[in-house]
């Protein structure tokens, strides 16, 4: 069912001195920041040939991201995205297989416009997984 990498995302305090490191020390193709307050994060985008990185932010009181940062104050990886072809599809497997879908099940659009849905952690090897339908 899972497809291609999208995207790992690196939660981090300060998005400016994350990202200048990308830039100056790795070379890489860095974006501006981009707030997506539906998410409670901003973003900045990595782009590499064959995947992307995402460094968040965490943005307003109720990001998801807070408790993480608090816990990791140096930045650590927080998530990894795979593409799906049928976001609905995956999420009524995942439901019937007993994985904890996030947020009620209800896909939200993610930060390349296209719909998103998370899934717990403790179902997952301790990590946190993004499905994009691609
Ligand atoms: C827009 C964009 C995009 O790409 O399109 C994005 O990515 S937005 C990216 C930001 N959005 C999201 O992350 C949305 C989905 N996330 C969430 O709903 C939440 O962050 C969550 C439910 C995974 C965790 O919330 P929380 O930290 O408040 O909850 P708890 O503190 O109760 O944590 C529950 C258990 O999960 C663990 N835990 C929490 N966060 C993570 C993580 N990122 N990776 C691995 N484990 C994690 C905790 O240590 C704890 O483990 P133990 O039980 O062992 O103590
Ligand atoms: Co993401």
Request: aromatic share 4%.
């Given at each position: 069912?899972?497809?291609?990498?999208?995207?790992?995302?690196?939660?981090?305090?300060?998005?400016?001195?994350?990202?200048?490191?990308y830039?100056?020390?790795?070379?890489?193709?860095?974006?501006?920041p981009e707030?997506?307050?539906?998410?409670?994060?901003?973003?900045v985008?990595i782009t590499?040939?064959?995947?992307?990185?995402?460094?968040?932010?965490?943005?307003?009181?109720?990001?998801p991201?807070?408790?993480?940062?608090?816990?990791?104050?140096?930045?650590?990886?927080?998530h990894?995205?795979y593409?799906?072809d049928?976001?609905?599809?995956a999420?009524?497997r995942?439901?019937?297989?007993g994985?904890?879908?996030?947020?009620?099940g209800?896909?939200?659009?993610?930060a390349?416009?296209?719909?998103?849905?998370?899934?717990h952690?403790?179902?997952?090897?301790?990590?946190?997984?993004?499905?994009?339908?691609?």
């Amino acid at each position: 069912m899972i497809g291609r990498l999208n995207h790992v995302a690196i939660a981090v305090k300060e998005l400016a001195p994350a990202a200048a490191q990308y830039r100056n020390a790795l070379g890489a193709k860095v974006s501006e920041p981009e707030p997506l307050p539906d998410h409670g994060v901003t973003v900045v985008f990595i782009t590499l040939d064959n995947a992307k990185i995402e460094l968040l932010e965490p943005l307003g009181e109720a990001s998801p991201i807070a408790d993480f940062v608090a816990r990791n104050p140096k930045g650590a990886i927080h998530h990894i995205c795979y593409e799906v072809d049928d976001i609905v599809a995956a999420r009524d497997r995942l439901h019937a297989s007993g994985a904890r879908v996030l947020g009620g099940g209800e896909p939200k659009i993610g930060a390349h416009g296209k719909p998103v849905l998370f899934l717990h952690p403790g179902d997952f090897s301790g990590t946190l997984i993004e499905l994009e339908q691609a």
